[in-house]
């Protein structure tokens, strides 16, 4: 049973950078796609990015060219590069993996763009 911690959340200006991490231990077995959503308050939960076990990645239209999603396979680990932020990302954060029957949520990271 696979477990995800994110991290790097916090408090932002507007056109400032934040990178989250999300760092999965455990096992996880036929990794099919992790991805980054975001919530904002009063709204459902929408995907940010994601990135497939082949390496393809898909990204929001509202991030794309800023954000960047990647991962760093020796630590177990799923990033999110944030650039040129707005406040319109503010929310939290989710970490997701989907394996080949499960899907594993993290507890979500809080990020706060001020403007």
């Known amino acids: 049973q696979g477990q995800l911690v994110e991290s790097g959340g916090g408090l932002v200006q507007a056109g400032g950078s934040l990178r989250l991490s999300c760092a999965a231990s455990?096992?996880?077995?036929?990794?099919?796609?992790m991805g980054w959503y975001r919530q904002a308050p009063g709204k459902q939960r929408e995907l940010v990015a994601t990135l497939t076990s082949g390496g393809s990645t898909n990204y929001a239209d509202s991030v794309k060219g800023r954000f960047t999603i990647s991962r760093d396979n020796a630590k177990n680990t799923v990033y999110l590069q944030m650039n040129s932020l707005k406040p319109e990302a503010t929310g939290v954060y989710s970490c997701?993996?989907?394996?080949?029957?499960?899907?594993?949520w993290g507890q979500g990271t809080q990020v706060t763009v001020s403007s």
């Open positions: 455990g096992t996880f077995f036929s990794i099919r796609v």
């Open positions: 997701h993996i989907a394996t080949g029957p499960s899907h594993y």
